[in-house]
């Protein structure tokens, strides 16, 4: 069954002053290294501002990376209120198989609330000890990295407590997260695509991290949150959950970053930021859902920035004031060019002559290695071929395009570059693809990983047949290239 839209509007009827959002685009646009994908911005429940900087699209899930935590919060919101565990058990005590192995007193005092709010002791970051600590079980190697400080007295952003606390859902419901989200979530919002969620070796969908879903789905999911939990007039969340999940239990000033990021000092939830305005999920590289109870708006972004706190200085600068308490006059004229400024939304593509100058030939089907030996950027990138014609049309004259096939692993990965612009392809996964020739001896591409916040720069050099990869932004989760992208479901 397809979900109902959501209702959308013009800017002016819900009280938002369309130049203020164009005036975000412009500031955008002047900023260097702010890439945004899609925009999502609701005001009093409608849609006002939605677009796609091609070539991604609406339908296509995107990795929210670290906004899945959001997600796992809410996962343990229902876990709480069907009675299956409490916010004050011990986390030991549903894990008892490792009891004999903890015998740090911090460690066994750590309670599901202090792993829910990022409060379990610990001054750092755990994630590489503790997975390094136990590969097979990751619960059992964080929780025998001793807390410097007692629990709940300090906070640090600390990837292991959010895995712990989706550990926990997932023992005591016998389920991965998205399927146990699903009935409860996932459907009575009306997200109707996979929400796959990347797993991790010890069997988990991680928790974390790995989610991927539509910049609508997290726009939903946001309105959810500020409609108190329920949803089209029926309460999904708990009575007193957003409340409880949107106040700060813990102070994060100085804790996160450098003074400068004055949005990650304001304390931190249950699996939510506060911010200067409201709070918020986010994740890496500018996956962001701002719920906004004051101004009655839910902001979206997916993106691919180390910029984040310029990101949401731009809101606060130009959206934020742009929302008014009543309608404003209509019909207006930013209203309409708002609308046609969305319709032209699109990713510059990557610079280069659809051929070489001299001797197609000599590219036909030359293997490429790693200058200098490895691929720093991606180490099981071994090799890579550049082929002209594609499905027999064409030659290397632009008119068939080429084809490079990269080598990783033992395992081969074929993508399609056209003669100009970006060549998008569903299969072997979900790329957009351009480039071309900066001299008769050099091959210049970019793919992007379009469920991903991800791009790869690769130049080729005839002279010597060797071949520079580097990504725009680092993946995370390390994957092959033929893993960049959103998980099928969840695993039986």
């Not at 796609?52 to 339908?59: A, F, G, L, N, V």
């Not at 510059?348 to 200098?372: I, N, Q, S």
């Not at 060797?466 to 092959?480: I, S």
Request: proline residues 9%; charged residues 20%.
């Amino acid at each position: 069954m397809t979900a109902r839209p959501l209702p959308s509007s013009t800017p002016a009827a819900q009280g938002v002053d369309a130049t203020g959002v164009l005036a975000f685009l412009d500031a955008v646009e002047a900023e260097p290294d702010l890439e945004l994908h899609s925009l999502m911005i609701l005001r009093h429940g409608h849609v006002v501002t939605a677009g796609w900087w091609s070539p991604y699209t609406r339908e296509r899930p995107h990795l929210l990376y670290s906004l899945s935590k959001s997600f796992t919060g809410t996962a343990a919101a229902f876990a709480l209120a069907d009675g299956l565990f409490g916010l004050d058990d011990e986390v030991l005590a549903h894990f008892p198989e490792f009891e004999a192995d903890i015998t740090d007193p911090r460690s066994r005092a750590i309670r599901v609330r202090h792993v829910a709010t990022m409060s379990s002791g610990h001054l750092a970051e755990t994630v590489d000890d503790a997975y390094r600590t136990d590969p097979a079980e990751p619960v059992r190697g964080f929780l025998l990295q001793p807390p410097q400080r007692d629990p709940g007295t300090v906070f640090a952003y600390n990837q292991p407590t959010t895995y712990t606390l989706g550990a926990i859902v997932q023992k005591r419901t016998g389920q991965p997260l998205s399927r146990y989200l699903r009935p409860r979530l996932f459907d009575p919002l009306g997200i109707d695509e996979a929400a796959g969620w990347l797993w991790d070796g010890a069997g988990r969908e991680l928790g974390f991290s790995g989610l991927h879903l539509t910049t609508e789905s997290v726009a939903r999911f946001g309105e959810l949150y500020l409609r108190d939990g329920v949803w089209q007039g029926r309460r999904l969340l708990p009575e007193g959950w957003v409340a409880e999940a949107g106040r700060a239990h813990v102070p994060t000033a100085s804790r996160m970053f450098d003074s400068g990021s004055p949005d990650w000092d304001q304390g931190y939830g249950i699996q939510f930021w506060r911010s200067r305005h409201g709070y918020r999920g986010d994740g890496a590289y500018g996956q962001f859902c701002l719920v906004l109870p004051e101004q009655d708006a839910v902001i979206v972004t997916t993106a691919a920035t180390e910029r984040m706190q310029t990101l949401l200085d731009l809101f606060w600068q130009h959206v934020l004031p742009a929302f008014h308490p009543a309608p404003l006059p209509g019909p207006s004229d930013a209203d309409a060019a708002l609308a046609h400024r969305l319709t032209g939304l699109a990713l510059p593509p990557a610079t280069g002559k659809p051929a070489p100058p001299e001797r197609p030939e000599d590219w036909a089907a030359v293997p490429f290695t790693p200058h200098g030996g490895v691929c720093a950027a991606q180490p099981g990138l071994t090799g890579l071929e550049v082929t002209p014609g594609a499905g027999g049309a064409g030659g290397g004259d632009g008119t068939g395009g080429w084809t490079v096939t990269f080598t990783e692993n033992g395992h081969r990965l074929a993508l399609r570059l056209g003669a100009g612009g970006w060549t998008v392809a569903e299969e072997p996964l979900p790329v957009a693809v351009s480039g071309g020739w900066t001299g008769s001896g050099t091959l210049a591409f970019e793919v992007l990983f379009l469920e991903t916040p991800h791009r790869l720069v690769v130049t080729c050099s005839l002279a010597d047949r060797t071949f520079t990869a580097d990504w725009r932004h680092t993946p995370l989760h390390h994957p092959p290239l033929g893993l960049l992208r959103a998980p099928v479901g969840p695993r039986a």
